[in-house]
């Protein structure tokens, strides 16, 4: 069983900075990615930020250059900063861990954190 625990959300005023923070109950090394998607009311879940276990990272074109996924091994723990806050950031922002299994084929797994509010306003 994977458990995934965010925290880090609140309320910021426009402009400025949180860092989220979600803890694995395992190597976070032991999947394929990491990362952290957002969902606003009445909006679908979108991605945000990802890693691989390769290193590559991917964001979505609303946070370049402003939001960093990061990841600490030794605690097994991803990151994501978030600086340049704006209002349409708001969204409850949940973390995710893939895997691919391919025995006895190919298929993906996604796990999921309960979430934390995220709230940008002034």
């Known amino acids: 069983q994977v458990q995934l625990v965010e925290s880090g959300g609140g309320l910021v005023q426009p402009g400025g900075s949180l860092r989220l923070s979600c803890a694995a109950s395992?190597?976070?090394?032991?999947?394929?990615?990491v990362g952290w998607y957002r969902q606003a009311p009445g909006k679908q879940r979108e991605l945000v930020a990802t890693?691989?276990?390769?290193?590559?990272?991917d964001y979505a074109d609303s946070v370049k250059g402003r939001f960093t996924i990061s990841r600490d091994s030794a605690v097994n723990t991803v990151y994501l900063q978030m600086n340049s806050l704006k209002p349409e950031d708001t969204a409850v922002y949940y973390c995710?861990?893939?895997?691919?299994?391919?025995?006895?084929?190919?298929?993906?797994?996604?796990?999921w954190g309960q979430g934390t509010q995220v709230t940008v306003s002034s």
């Open positions: 995710n861990a893939q895997l691919t299994l391919v025995v006895p084929f190919t298929r993906r797994i996604d796990y």
């Open positions: 395992r190597s976070i090394f032991s999947f394929n990615a």
């Open positions: 890693v691989t276990s390769g290193d590559s990272t």
